[in-house]
């Protein structure tokens, strides 16, 4: 979708369609106003008689018969004044997006939503609305040529000249995020057949190959790490026939002046349960046990466009697939992962945690000021806090300070979780160091406590995205599937990122 901004006049725009947003109050605003003298006093009356209700998202379409020099006017509501966020323009963006995709129409027209909010801030949750909401995955579908509808433009129209700059600012930094939620989105919704650990590979270095890319990446095979020692990605992936990759991908170089963060994902690209084997119910779905990766992937290809200044950002992606095999790991055997901690396997569907020992032993050679791992790594997460939060946990106030803000800046809220050394008993094993299931209890707080031992002191965030990963309906601006949650938050801590103090670095902060 081609998205600009210039500066114009609403009301005066031709238009295929053009997209109004009515506050839910008594009296309408000044663009709304302007409208509404146009049209004979139409979008008062419409209110009046409730026709139109404009709570969040409502919508409803008018032709304008030679009133407007725009076809066609779509209302959209923005809900109460007071309550209306970020996260409301990206909705009402979607919204109204996926109402012109549906009539055809090609170019859409609006401007700014009345709000003081910053003009940057507000044109980039546009464009993440819009393009986000226009999202489809059709890749394996023939479509009937009716079927086929797409808006190619947004146009923005700025009437104050002095926003003008910020919403430029908004759609450049809106347009790289949305290609890599998109690129995400795409990775996960893929069958587990086609996005392997190998086509995972061939996609970051694809990615580095962009010109300008500023990104390095290295991938090691099988043989490269068994020679490190990775016996849990080595383990997980003895069943399938797919080899395993761990990926490794840079931005910009360690230097005195900057701090070195590691983003970790987890990447099972198919996650039959091995020997302890899921259920059939639904075992489709996880092809998108590789979400982590999917979305550590993104953001990293997002950051390398964006270029956040004193950053050295390290992305680290163990991809495997497990699978039940005459060679694969059984319930019993015992791996010396990484970092020479030994683990007993009682279960091998609890695998992720298995690869993200390996992945978070290795960030530590980066001697890192953070590192913060997503995995759709339990079910226990889902059921604690169902489809609208990550799970977080770690070691240090500081980073969970910072991820929480970033998490409501872009609408993709984390929820922390305790993490107190009584929770490790659970994970204690009669004839290993640890073992990599607890009890039915507290299942995603003793599978962060399994990861601490391999984090050690290193400032240490865990996002459990594994209730957020899959949209199980659509809403206005993620369809049902696959939602890259994660990608935004992790561009939006990046970019905003300040040297993290000496003294949070020291302390591990425990809640």
Not at 10 to 28: C, M, N, S, W, Y
Not at 492 to 505: F, H, S, V, Y
Request: contains cysteine.
């Amino acid at each position: 979708m081609q998205v600009t901004a210039r500066q114009g006049t609403l009301i005066k725009e031709k238009a295929e369609i053009t997209v109004l947003g009515i506050f839910d109050a008594p009296q309408l605003e000044t663009t709304a106003k302007e409208f509404d003298r146009a049209l004979g006093g139409m979008i008062s009356r419409l209110k009046k008689n409730g026709d139109f209700r404009p709570k969040l998202n409502n919508t409803f379409l008018l032709p304008t018969y030679g009133k407007l020099p725009a076809q066609r006017l779509l209302l959209v509501g923005l809900g109460k004044n007071d309550e209306f966020t970020l996260d409301g323009v990206r909705q009402v963006s979607g919204t109204a997006i996926k109402a012109a995709k549906r009539i055809g129409i090609k170019k859409v027209t609006c401007e700014l939503p009345p709000t003081t909010l910053p003009a940057a801030e507000i044109t980039q949750a546009m464009v993440e609305g819009a393009v986000l909401g226009h999202y489809g995955f059709n890749e394996y579908k023939h479509l009937q040529p009716e079927e086929v509808t797409e808006v190619t433009a947004l146009d923005i129209v700025i009437k104050d000249k002095a926003r003008l700059g910020g919403a430029k600012t908004g759609v450049k930094i809106g347009l790289s995020v949305t290609e890599a939620v998109s690129f995400t989105r795409d990775l996960v919704n893929m069958p587990g057949g086609q996005a392997t650990p190998s086509m995972i590979a061939s996609q970051a270095r694809a990615m580095a190959r962009r010109p300008n890319a500023m990104l390095r990446v290295k991938v090691l095979s099988g043989p490269a790490m068994k020679k490190l020692g990775m016996n849990g990605v080595l383990g997980v992936a003895r069943g399938s026939c797919q080899p395993p990759a761990f990926i490794i991908l840079e931005y910009g170089r360690k230097s005195p002046g900057k701090d070195t963060v590691v983003l970790v994902g987890k990447g099972v690209t198919f996650d039959s349960g091995g020997i302890s084997i899921k259920p059939s119910h639904d075992m489709d779905k996880m092809k998108y046990d590789m979400a982590g990766a999917a979305t550590v992937l993104g953001a990293v290809s997002a950051l390398a466009a964006l270029r956040p200044p004193n950053i050295h950002l390290v992305g680290l992606l163990p991809c495997v697939e497990n699978m039940p095999g005459g060679r694969a790991l059984k319930p019993g055997d015992i791996l010396r992962c990484l970092g020479d901690k030994s683990v007993e396997v009682q279960n091998t569907d609890a695998e992720g945690r298995l690869i993200l020992a390996d992945a978070l032993a290795y960030a530590r050679r980066y001697r890192p000021a953070a590192i913060l791992d997503l995995a759709t790594l339990t079910g226990a997460c889902v059921v604690a806090l169902g489809h609208h939060a990550i799970g977080m946990m770690g070691n240090n106030r500081e980073l969970f300070k910072r991820t929480e803000a970033a998490g409501e800046a872009t609408h993709e809220r984390v929820w922390q979780l305790p993490l107190w050394k009584e929770y490790g008993e659970a994970i204690k094993s009669d004839v290993a160091d640890i073992k990599n299931i607890g009890n039915r209890t507290a299942g995603t707080i003793t599978a962060a406590k399994f990861l601490e031992h391999f984090v050690e002191k290193t400032p240490w965030v865990h996002l459990d995205i594994a209730g957020v990963a899959w949209a199980e309906k659509n809403m206005p601006y993620t369809p049902k599937g696959a939602s890259a949650t994660g990608v935004r938050l992790l561009v939006e801590l990046i970019m905003n990122w300040k040297r993290l103090p000496a003294a949070a670095k020291a302390k591990k902060g425990k809640k």
